[in-house]
């Protein structure tokens, strides 16, 4: 009896045992609000494997995009596996259309990585801010200067690829003051027909590419600004390996005014106006084919006029941007035959007969 009475109070008391010793944290918790990160982002440029790649070479690195590769210069982007009547590639927002019917004249091939500060990629409806469209955006945005007492910046660029012997030197020139800027990039690509494993010569792969922008800024106060610019773009001897025939010239004018506005204590942050215009010329031919049973020419020309308007805020936990934007097009293709007989008249018909599109939209 005396031992389950013992065994009872043994039960109603407790003992704790420790088999680690339990320190105390002598860091406390501290909950920022805000943390502000002050430097300069790297420039693409200088991110990549190869300094001065195309900007074809820098896409195909997105594993979102794919690219159709005719030849060795200016390839078709696809994003998301959508052709571009499905998707929108622009250039600082600006609404660009080629003038090529067989889509040798992609607006990516307008820029140059050198001059490239990001390449905003957006899938799906989130492309939607930049204008209508079902597989998402491209955005190519140039570098801008700021508006600073540096003074004058140079640099040069060359190069030499040992495949298709492609040559190539580039310059650029910025100066910035407190309340101006310049900005001029020069890049200059000549190659000849590539050449593949066992040195066998790819022909019609050869290209030669200008390009040139200029960018200038002029702050009218401390929060509005203006600033122009212009890229100018020309390529001659564009030869495509996949096809019958080459490129003679591919030309783009392409330039923009805009209007800069930063808000002070206000649900409003930023507000942005740009008005931009630019003319693009593409002209295929097969005079250098050997072999062509009929010579034909397909050259095209492209008109673009435009303007956006962005404002974007933020309310308590609300963030919003409203985009209104309109453009105007205007596309003209035509294809001329020429039979090996000379008895044979001229064959002739427009592929894009006057081609007229007008957009307005708010989103």
Not at 3 to 20: E, N, V
Not at 30 to 38: A, G, Q, S, Y
Not at 150 to 171: C, D, M, P, V, W
Not at 188 to 216: C, H, I, M, P, W
Request: hydrophobic content about 35%; glycine content about 6%; some cysteine.
């Amino acid at each position: 009896m005396k031992k389950y009475i013992f065994f009872i109070i043994f039960c109603c008391f407790s003992i704790s045992l420790l088999g680690q010793q339990i320190e105390t944290d002598s860091i406390t918790l501290k909950e920022l609000n805000e943390v502000i990160v002050i430097g300069t982002k790297t420039e693409i440029n200088e991110t990549q494997p190869k300094i001065l790649a195309s900007i074809d070479q820098f896409l195909d690195e997105s594993p979102k995009i794919d690219l159709v590769k005719r030849g060795a210069y200016a390839w078709e982007p696809l994003i998301n596996g959508m052709s571009t009547e499905r998707t929108i590639i622009t250039i600082d927002g600006m609404r660009i259309f080629g003038a090529c019917t067989d889509k040798m004249d992609p607006i990516t091939s307008y820029v140059e990585v050198s001059n490239l500060a990001e390449a905003k990629l957006n899938s799906g409806q989130q492309g939607s801010s930049d204008g209508n469209t079902i597989g998402g955006s491209l955005d190519l945005k140039r570098k801008q200067n700021n508006f600073n007492s540096r003074g004058f910046k140079y640099a040069l660029h060359s190069g030499f690829e040992t495949n298709n012997s492609q040559k190539i030197i580039g310059t650029e020139l910025n100066y910035s003051r407190s309340k101006f800027y310049i900005d001029t990039n020069f890049m200059l690509r000549n190659a000849d027909n590539y050449k593949a494993g066992d040195n066998q010569e790819v022909l019609f792969s050869q290209f030669k590419k200008l390009n040139t922008s200029f960018t200038t800024g002029y702050l009218i106060t401390k929060n509005q600004f203006i600033e122009g610019s212009l890229i100018y773009d020309k390529a001659t001897n564009v030869g495509y390996p996949a096809l019958p025939m080459d490129v003679s010239l591919a030309e783009a004018v392409i330039t923009s005014l805009k209007y800069h506005f930063q808000f002070e204590n206000s649900v409003f942050n930023q507000w942005e106006t740009k008005v931009y215009f630019n003319s693009i010329t593409h002209i295929m031919d097969d005079t250098k084919r050997p072999f062509v049973p009929i010579h034909m020419d397909m050259p095209g020309w492209s008109d673009t006029y435009g303007f956006y308007s962005k404002i974007d805020g933020q309310f308590k936990k609300h963030h919003f941007k409203i985009n209104l934007n309109s453009f105007y097009n205007k596309s003209v293709a035509e294809m001329t035959m020429y039979p090996s007989n000379p008895n044979e008249n001229l064959m002739f018909m427009y592929t894009w007969p006057d081609v007229r599109t007008f957009l307005m939209g708010c989103r």
